[in-house]
């Protein structure tokens, strides 16, 4: 078993329609800059967004210095993909031997990397670290009808793929490169349930996911629309059922 450090780590953030969120997202990354002592880049996907994203990163000038680095790449995708989608993308280009997806509204700051002792200490190479929001150790600032519907969402992830995790859904997600690119390139579902997919698919790899504890705080202005989003999700879940059970999914399909 071979243990490692990240010598350069790729923060990869799906943004959609997330202007009002961008100096939220910059102050977070120069608390991150200033702690972080290995290598870095930072990857925003603007994933089909008709507001002005895009423009106000270039605006920022902490971000035009860290473009000048090298430490920063825009992706403009002409159209909405989808979270999954966007994270495709960012994956695809990143150059770090790390990468760590995360949200926008910074509802876990990346600086949560530096409380997991495994990542500190050297972790086994081959594994995927993903946050938890159930996990006994993790902190949440949330409204109770949320934590619900996760709770309730998780059960039907169980039941209609055999994921037997406690949160699948949580954004704060750290791979080696080389899984994360693995799987990411086979991703079929581009939408909300792609975490889903992701883990089966490195369940029937046989790749080792362990759960982290991670300080979670709710954020306004959420995309997810949960009626109409509920229904989606759970159409895309027994999608992946049937492609399971009768269609011999294949880690390897793409």
């Not at 100096?23 to 967004?49: C, H, R, Y």
């Not at 979270?83 to 949560?112: E, R, W, Y």
């Not at 995790?165 to 581009?190: M, V």
Request: contains cysteine.
């Amino acid at each position: 078993m071979t243990y490692t450090r990240i010598n350069k780590l790729s923060l990869v953030f799906p943004c959609y329609n997330e202007e009002k969120r961008i100096p939220l997202m910059e102050e977070a990354m120069k608390e991150f800059v200033a702690q972080w002592n290995s290598g870095f880049e930072i990857i925003i996907v603007s994933d089909g967004s008709t507001d002005n994203t895009v423009e106000m990163i270039n605006q920022s000038t902490f971000f035009s210095e860290l473009q000048d680095h090298q430490q920063l790449l825009i992706i403009d995708l002409p159209i909405n993909t989808g979270k999954g989608g966007a994270l495709k993308a960012g994956v695809i280009n990143a150059t770090g031997d790390f990468i760590l997806t995360l949200d926008a509204d910074i509802s876990t700051h990346p600086l949560q990397l530096l409380r997991w002792e495994s990542v500190l200490k050297g972790f086994n190479n081959n594994e995927v670290l993903i946050g938890a929001r159930t996990h006994e150790q993790s902190v949440l600032t949330e409204k109770p009808h949320r934590k619900y519907i996760g709770y309730v969402f998780n059960l039907l992830v169980r039941l209609f793929t055999g994921v037997r995790f406690r949160d699948s859904q949580c954004g704060f997600k750290l791979y080696p490169a080389h899984i994360a690119r693995n799987l990411f390139e086979q991703l079929d579902e581009h939408g909300w349930v792609h975490d889903v997919e992701l883990l089966m698919r490195a369940r029937m790899q046989k790749i080792t996911v362990r759960e982290m504890p991670v300080e979670w705080i709710v954020k306004e202005g959420s995309k997810i629309r949960v009626i109409r989003d509920s229904i989606i999700m759970l159409l895309t879940l027994i999608r992946l059922s049937i492609k399971v059970r009768l269609f011999s999914f294949h880690p390897h399909e793409k």
